[in-house]
């Protein structure tokens, strides 16, 4: 299967609407893994992410795709 990028809104999305503000300064404050810049724009590795928040607190999130 191939690698999902996502951006911004679709993390904020797996988040519950958190707003691009908290989401970034999640990052600053190392609770979030940083984005991958590709172009002008930031995107997250849909795999690394929920690997990471599964390592961080045993669950994954659920999206609306699922």
């Known amino acids: 299967m191939p690698e999902r990028w996502l951006r911004i809104k679709d993390?904020?999305?797996?988040?519950?609407g958190r707003s691009r503000a908290s989401i970034?300064?999640?990052?600053?404050?190392?609770?979030?893994p940083p984005p991958v810049k590709m172009g002008e724009i930031n995107y997250w590795s849909e795999a690394g992410l929920r690997a990471w928040l599964e390592q961080r607190?045993?669950?994954?999130?659920?999206?609306?795709?699922?």
């Open 57 to 66: 607190t045993g669950k994954t999130p659920i999206t609306a795709a699922e």
């Open 24 to 32: 970034y300064r999640d990052i600053q404050r190392g609770h979030l």
């Open 11 to 16: 993390v904020q999305e797996m988040f519950s």
